[in-house]
């Protein structure tokens, strides 16, 4: 009884028609919907005072090695201020805090959520290395101005290099762009229209559609704006690239950092860092993470 009234409901033309056109019409607002907040999807900025920015005075131990921030100001190419934050290796010295020496400085293109203040135990290992870190906050987070757009990451990004190696006065041979996650596809960009001397890419995609195939399968391709194809720009970046990932990484799928990493081309590594949800890289990596991303700037940047 209910097959043959299922049959005869759907053999109806005019309730078939119905059903159509609200399917269709349901189809049509959810993608006027996704492409009016499309970047609400994307971005998740945390602006200031949001964020822990009061930061306690530590008392240094003899020959520990801490981050000294300064804060820098951005001006991107059209007229957003950007901050950001300019640290430096020093160590512990009978009481008072001596610069570390290092020629290498580490662009940091942080991910999608926060802000800088929320990468400050992240820089104090990483200015270990040792190298120092210049770390920006993209339009529209922590204090910057404006509001987040890809080609507004890309000028913002732009603006960090245009610093390190205009005001700073620091060779594009010394400078390591690195990007997790949303960055990675930042500082890919940004190694396709400079020289660094080596590129990391960490926890990131090959695409913005690829990662809503992945996230939300059923929305259409062709009604993102926001591209942020890095499968196709890896391929224009000639100079060092380590990619680093997790299988565990439970917000951008392991497969899409592997694509990224096969269609790069050489010089090339590949580190997996097991077990880590997309989160806790820098945690589970450990000293081992770290000993690898030296041992990479070390053999890419030369001395």
């Known amino acids: 009884m209910l097959k043959k009234f299922i049959v005869n409901l759907w053999s109806n033309k005019n309730f078939g028609w119905r059903m159509a056109r609200i399917v269709v019409l349901l189809s049509m607002g959810f993608a006027g919907y996704v492409m009016l907040f499309e970047d609400s999807f994307i971005y998740f900025p945390a602006r200031y005072p949001a964020g822990v920015w009061e930061r306690e ?12 921030i300064e804060d820098v100001q951005l001006t991107a190419a059209d007229g957003v201020r950007l901050h950001g934050w300019y640290c430096t290796p020093q160590v512990g010295r009978r009481g008072a805090l001596e610069p570390v020496a290092t020629n290498r400085t580490l662009l940091f293109l942080h991910g999608n959520a926060g802000n800088i203040s929320h990468r400050y135990e992240i820089i104090g ?5 040792p190298v120092n870190v210049l770390i920006i906050d993209y339009r529209g987070y922590g204090k910057s101005e404006g509001s987040p757009s890809e080609q507004g990451l890309y000028a913002d990004a732009r603006a960090a290099w245009d610093y390190l190696t205009d005001v700073r006065g620091i060779p594009a041979s010394q400078i390591v762009i690195f ?8 500082a890919i960009d940004l190694a396709t229209k400079t020289e660094a001397c080596a590129l990391v890419v960490q926890s990131s995609f090959t695409s913005i559609a690829d990662m809503a195939a992945e996230l939300l399968p059923f929305v259409p391709r062709f009604i993102l704006r926001t591209k942020m194809d890095s499968l196709s720009k890896i391929k224009l970046v000639s100079g060092p690239k380590l990619f680093i990932h997790s ?21 090339k590594q590949f580190y997996e860092v097991k077990a880590a949800p997309h989160n806790l890289m820098y945690e589970i990596g450990g000293a081992a993470y770290y000993e690898a991303l030296r041992n990479f700037i070390n053999s ?3 001395k």
């Open 125 to 129: 290992d990483l200015v270990k290395l």
């Open 300 to 302: 890419s940047c030369g």
């Open 179 to 186: 990007g997790e996650s949303l960055g990675g596809a930042v």
């Open 57 to 68: 005075k530590l008392q240094v131990r003899e020959g520990e090695i801490v981050a000294r």
């Open 247 to 267: 299988e565990a990484d439970e917000i951008i799928p392991y497969k899409l950092g592997r694509r990224l990493f096969d269609a790069a081309s050489a010089p």
